[in-house]
């Protein structure tokens, strides 16, 4: 087989491919069998109809074409190879000669030729040394006396109070929801933080400033149900009050609620945690900045087709039923593609040059993390990616992911004060070699 390449533009390629009559010929014999396993002729076994009779029977034409679409696939994939393209799309293939039916041309070659949008290739601007700014943070008293608070919240237990509620209350209520008079939903017994703004619009305001077994009326607009999108009077009925009451934070709280023996210990692991959220918070933030600057220092061409493939997929999925099909949607959804897609050329092209390869145990914590942010096993979430087969694409994102830590560690970033910020244990943590997923 012999091929050529035309670039037709930075994403675009057109193989011209000949293929020798003789290297065609094994897939013609293959089509004969499997033609004639699928006919029947008289006083013949299935499988073992003559090729003479097989062409009398659905012509030799039709034996050709289904040589050449079995093995159209190997022969493109032969040219790809030798072309070293990675295609990005459906192939648009037009057959210029193949074998014919007349005596001329039995065994002519068979000549294409192939159109795809291929990945694009890049030059790489120098990378080591890009610099960033990031906030600058630090963590206070105020953190450490928040995590504090938020551990104490953990171990609280609720206690009924005689008193009208307040903001941040537990209380216990009945609802009763009417549209010009006609009762349309109720409920007793409902449990509801004041303040959480978790049920509906105008509640808190209602019930802040009620005790017990007082009730109050206010209107609402409906956010669900049939009934969605319009206006209700809700009478609440507040029938319990309840303040969270929080454990002393002292050397027995220490013990319950941690691994240590005394409240000063844990306050000190709570200092260090909360000097950790911040280095987290800045590395996040320089790693999505970084980024930002290496692919903006390079031109990377995008195939329409590949812009066209991600909007309509996104607007026909079953799950994309209640979605709005606007232009402005469809635009926000082709910049979102765009950006991703100059993202993951430019850390490919980074990983390749590291020469960044994955380990087992790295993509094992990769599918693990991912298959937390399912709500999923992360077997089933495995197997499910394997049959799919979308592990090779799990190997990508991680990949890249190290490339990008690979960025970060090389590059020089300063907080919002002119301060350096040392990012090590950020981008390698516990010795390992990329930053931890979100």
């Given at each position: 087989m012999k091929s050529a390449v035309e670039n037709l533009s930075p994403t675009r390629v057109k193989m011209h491919i000949e293929v020798p009559f003789a290297e065609l010929k094994p897939a013609i014999d293959a089509a004969y069998k499997e033609i004639a396993s699928q006919i029947?002729?008289?006083?013949?076994?299935?499988?073992?109809?003559?090729?003479?009779?097989?062409?009398?029977?659905?012509?030799?034409?039709?034996?050709i074409e289904t040589a050449i679409n079995?093995?159209?696939?190997?022969?493109?994939?032969?040219?790809?190879?030798?072309a070293s393209v990675v295609p990005l799309a459906r192939p648009e293939v037009e057959v210029q000669q193949a074998?014919?039916?007349?005596?001329?041309?039995?065994?002519?070659?068979?000549?294409?030729?192939?159109?795809v949008d291929v990945r694009p290739e890049i030059e790489l601007p120098e990378y080591s040394g890009l610099e960033v700014e990031v906030e600058a943070r630090e963590a206070?008293?105020?953190?450490?006396?928040?995590?504090?608070?938020?551990?104490?919240?953990?171990?609280?237990?609720?206690?009924?109070?005689?008193r009208p509620a307040v903001d941040g209350d537990y209380t216990t209520i009945d609802l009763v929801a009417t549209i010009d008079g006609e009762t349309i939903d109720e409920a007793t017994g409902l449990s509801y933080l004041i303040g959480s703004g978790s049920m509906l619009e105008g509640l808190?305001?209602?019930?802040?400033?009620?005790?017990?077994?007082?009730?109050?009326?206010?209107e609402t607009t409906l956010a669900g149900g049939e009934h969605a999108g319009e206006k209700a009077q809700v009478k609440v009925v507040l029938t319990a009050v309840k303040e969270r009451e929080l454990p002393e934070a002292d050397d027995d709280f220490a013990q319950l609620a941690s691994e240590f023996d005394t409240i000063a210990e844990l306050r000190e692991s709570l200092v260090a945690k909360a000097a950790e959220d911040v280095l987290v918070e800045q590395g996040i933030e320089a790693r999505?900045?970084?980024?930002?600057?290496?692919?903006?220092?390079?031109?990377?061409?995008?195939?329409?087709?590949?812009?066209?493939?991600?909007?309509e997929q996104?607007?026909?999925?079953?799950?994309?039923?209640?979605?709005?099909?606007?232009?402005?949607?469809?635009?926000e959804i082709k910049a979102n593609t765009e950006k991703a897609f100059r993202n993951e050329i430019v850390l490919d092209a980074v990983a390749e040059k590291e020469e960044i390869e994955v380990e087992q145990g790295e993509l094992i914590e990769y599918l693990i993390q991912s298959a937390q942010q399912y709500g999923m096993d992360p077997n089933?979430?495995?197997?499910?990616?394997?049959?799919?087969?979308?592990?090779?694409?799990?190997?990508?994102?991680?990949r890249r992911r190290k490339a990008l830590a690979k960025v970060l560690e090389l590059a020089k970033v300063k907080d919002s004060n002119g301060k350096a910020v040392d990012l090590e244990a950020f981008v390698k943590p516990a010795g390992e070699d990329a930053p931890e997923a979100e």
């Open positions: 029947q002729v008289p006083g013949f076994r299935k499988g073992k109809v003559p090729s003479r009779l097989v062409d009398q029977r659905v012509g030799r034409g039709y034996v079995n093995s159209l696939d190997n022969f493109y994939r032969d040219a790809v190879n030798e074998p014919g039916i007349d005596e001329a041309a039995l065994d002519a070659d068979l000549v294409f030729d192939i159109e206070g008293d105020a953190e450490v006396e928040k995590a504090l608070e938020e551990l104490r919240g953990r171990f609280g237990t609720l206690k009924a109070v005689e808190d305001e209602a019930l802040t400033g009620l005790s017990a077994d007082e009730d109050a009326t206010f999505d900045k970084v980024l930002e600057v290496l692919v903006g220092l390079v031109e990377v061409p995008v195939p329409a087709s590949v812009l066209d493939e991600q909007v996104h607007f026909s999925g079953a799950n994309q039923a209640d979605d709005h099909d606007t232009d402005e949607h469809r635009a089933q979430f495995a197997q499910m990616l394997d049959g799919a087969g979308q592990v090779p694409m799990m190997i990508g994102e991680v």
